[in-house]
């Protein structure tokens, strides 16, 4: 499970080599982690190298790595890509990740090393979502169930909320949005930068987002490429249409941000803003 502390070459592979040999028969796991603390390019590819024979040399190994949005080095990026290509066939990596990150994919998919799971394969469906209440003891009728439904737009983590913040008398109250507004604001919005919450502060009154309507509202001239950089991120926004560019936020993200913009702009602020 990766976080900010591992954004750098010595931490991320030093915690990959200790869960390898934690979990199997890993030889010379120090002379691996001596290589890492040479800390040149060099030791860092003969790393690379010696780190793949010792795997070579074990039964089938599963690497999993969590939350990978959170590694921005470029250095870990390109050591990553050098492990993937000469990756043996007894190891298999699974990653999960919020963004695309700058690997060569479709070379990969042409390959056939590469197998992605995305949004639309992940998130859950109307029946899966009557099942996920049913399991948690919580019933429903077919109103609750397409509110919830809806409003959550079959995001499990919205659903995995949605079941700790409601009551039996009520699935879809105040505050299950609430409680779900506050995750998404402290987990995701409020980490990204502050020119990019301006802009989904703004915008979030649109229903569809085009680049020229943002560039109207938010006075600047490069609102296509914060949308197609929301949309890579995988920060809640799709893609409607590709002819002329049309987004849109999901309902959970604009109705976070529309709380946040009420709690910072007066009244006088607000209504200048919405004329």
Request: overall charge negative; charged content about 20%; proline content about 3%.
């Amino acid at each position: 499970s990766l976080d900010e502390a591992d954004d750098n070459p010595i931490s991320f592979w030093a915690y990959i080599v200790k869960s390898v040999a934690n979990a199997t028969e890993l030889r010379n796991a120090n002379e691996l982690l001596h290589l890492l603390q040479l800390q040149s390019q060099n030791s860092f590819e003969l790393f690379i190298y010696h780190f793949i024979e010792e795997l070579s040399t074990l039964l089938p190994v599963h690497i999993v790595l969590d939350d990978y949005h959170y590694i921005q080095s470029t250095q870990v990026h390109q050591l990553f890509i050098q492990f993937v290509e000469y990756l043996p066939h007894n190891v298999h990596i699974y990653m999960a990740t919020r963004t695309l990150p700058p690997f060569p994919l479709m070379k990969w998919l042409v390959k056939q090393w590469l197998y992605e799971i995305d949004l639309e394969q992940l998130k859950f469906t109307k029946n899966e979502t009557r099942q996920f209440f049913l399991q948690n003891e919580q019933h429903m009728d077919d109103q609750q169930l397409n509110t919830i439904y809806k409003t959550t737009e079959g995001w499990v983590s919205g659903l995995l909320l949605m079941a700790l913040a409601t009551n039996e008398q009520s699935c879809a109250n105040v505050n299950a949005l609430s409680f779900t507004s506050d995750f998404l604001w402290e987990e995701i919005i409020a980490k990204l930068p502050e020119e990019l919450q301006h802009f989904l502060l703004k915008t979030s009154f649109l229903r569809e987002l085009t680049p020229s309507l943002c560039n109207d509202i938010t006075e600047r001239n490069d609102s296509a490429e914060l949308l197609q950089q929301l949309m890579q991120q995988g920060l809640f926004t799709t893609k409607l249409q590709v002819a002329e560019p049309t987004y849109r936020y999901h309902y959970l993200l604009i109705d976070t941000l529309q709380q946040r913009f009420f709690a910072l702009f007066n009244k006088e602020e607000t209504f200048s803003f919405l004329q």
